[in-house]
């Protein structure tokens, strides 16, 4: 295989990589009715005057299903974090109980289940045109290739193996998509 072609697939595969990886983060912040640390990733709380994430000023752990807790490092930072959880319009409800701050993650109705899977399938097309944006920069590289003396089989088969490419990421991309749907309907 020529080695502009190599070069092409491989930025190919960064590029679609790249894609899941957001889809998958994106899908991760979703909540599914289940307590989880990584819910409270884009709380940002004020600290010495500058905005800094939860997680740089406190430990966040779930010790059941339905409860967050947050230990924050310095004790003068439970309003701050309480503020920030309230800021972030996540509809959680802070508690702070002089140690900690607990937040109950109340039950997720229908409606709000069927929102959030609407909004993970949203995050799925968002992936998907990130897949065929990466594959038409890839064509478009075999063809000026081509153009500059690669032969039009070995382009054929370099778009042959872009296409491949791109079917096995939009799979990856759908088996997250339908495995956080099934995590947000499971009552």
């Known amino acids: 295989m020529n080695e502009d072609i190599k070069i092409v697939l491989s930025e190919l595969k960064r590029s ?3 894609a899941l990886e957001h889809v998958a983060a994106e899908v991760g912040k979703l909540r599914a009715g289940k307590a989880t640390p990584s819910m409270l990733d884009s709380v940002m709380v004020e600290y010495y005057g500058s905005k800094v994430p939860l997680s740089q000023v406190a430990n966040v752990n779930t010790p059941d299903p339905k409860t967050i807790i947050v230990k ?3 004790k003068g930072m ?3 974090i309480s503020k ?3 800021y972030a319009n996540l509809g959680l409800n ?3 109980d002089g140690e900690q701050v607990i937040i109950n993650v109340p039950p997720l109705t229908e409606e709000r289940r069927l929102q959030l899977v609407k909004q993970a399938k949203g995050e799925s097309e ?3 045109i990130g897949l065929r944006s990466a594959r038409k920069d890839a064509i478009d590289t075999i063809k000026m290739l ?3 003396g690669l032969s039009e089989d070995m382009a054929k088969d370099a778009e042959a193996e872009v296409q491949k490419l791109i079917e096995v990421y939009t799979k990856r991309i759908e088996d997250t998509i339908a495995l956080k749907e099934k995590e947000i309907m499971t009552i």
């Open 16 to 18: 679609s990589e790249k």
């Open 72 to 74: 924050p490092w310095e």
């Open 78 to 80: 439970l309003d701050e």
């Open 84 to 86: 920030g959880v309230m």
């Open 94 to 96: 802070p508690q702070n």
């Open 126 to 128: 968002n992936g998907k």
């Open 146 to 148: 081509e153009k500059e």
